[in-house]
T-cell receptor, first 112, second 117 residues
Framework: QQQVKQSPQSLIVQKGGISIINCAYENTAFDYFPWYQQFPGKGPALLIAIRPDVSEKKEGRFTISFNKSAKQFSLHIMDSQPGDSATYFCAARTSGTYKYIFGTGTRLKVLA | GAGVSQTPSNKVTEKGKYVELRCDPISGHTALYWYRQSLGQGPEFLIYFQGTGAADDSGLPNDRFFAVRPEGSVSTLKIQRTERGDSAVYLC???????????????FGEGSRLTVL
């Protein structure tokens, strides 16, 4: 399968700090890039998403930065809170389909 | 129901047995997906349906895995001659499907945890 490479594997951040998770892809046929949040025992839930014609999208404390030429995108969580502690997955959708490929995940822990 | 429903939530079986996992998508969602998630990994694409037909089954690992969606709603993932390596959480998701400005956001169920002894 086409890959989406995600880093870091795990992240520990102090309350109020900024959490940054990075993803890189190779397939230029990807046309939509969502981030999903998953709590233990639950399915992933959509957090925020971006299309490649936009370089940044912000929703509350969550921002996606997108670099089309570098084929990289990142999730920034501002003012991180203990309730943000979860596993985060980036994903990419193949153009013309609804097939999503997921990254390997980042386990975030925000210390109180 | 309001969300994607998956049954059973847990299934323990013995190597070589046959298993069926069921997914009931959100009402009105035309697209349905199956993903497999191993411990500490991201969801791995298996198959997705648009209506009754499999639009893409390229992720099914081998011919022991099969999925159906006969009436375009409920789907069943079938695994024959289970192996220990099949142990994982099997996630189902649904979306509104193709067309217009719809982004095809995936709505996931809580998964069926399969353990093959």
């Amino acid at each position: 399968q086409q890959q989406v490479k995600q880093s870091p594997q795990s992240l520990i951040v102090q309350k109020g700090g900024i959490s940054i998770i990075n993803c890189a892809y190779e397939n230029t046929a990807f046309d939509y890039f969502p981030w999903y949040q998953q709590f233990p025992g639950k399915g992933p839930a959509l957090l925020i998403a971006i299309r490649p014609d936009v370089s940044e999208k912000k929703e509350g404390r969550f921002t996606i930065s997108f670099n089309k030429s570098a084929k990289q995108f990142s999730l920034h969580i501002m003012d991180s809170q203990p309730g943000d502690s979860a596993t985060y997955f980036c994903a990419a959708r193949t153009s013309g389909t609804y097939k999503y490929i997921f990254g390997t995940g980042t386990r975030l822990k925000v210390l109180a | 129901g309001a969300g994607v429903s998956q049954t059973p939530s847990n299934k323990v079986t013995e190597k070589g047995k046959y298993v069926e996992l069921r997914c009931d998508p959100i009402s009105g969602h035309t697209a349905l997906y199956w993903y497999r998630q191993s411990l500490g990994q991201g969801p791995e694409f298996l198959i997705y349906f648009q209506g009754t037909g499999a639009a893409d089954d390229s992720g099914l690992p081998n011919d022991r895995f099969f999925a159906v969606r006969p009436e375009g709603s409920v789907s069943t993932l079938k695994i024959q001659r289970t192996e220990r390596g099949d142990s994982a959480v099997y996630l189902c998701a649904s979306s509104l499907g193709a067309g217009g400005s719809n982004t095809g956001e995936l709505f996931f169920g809580e998964g069926s945890r399969l353990t093959v002894l």
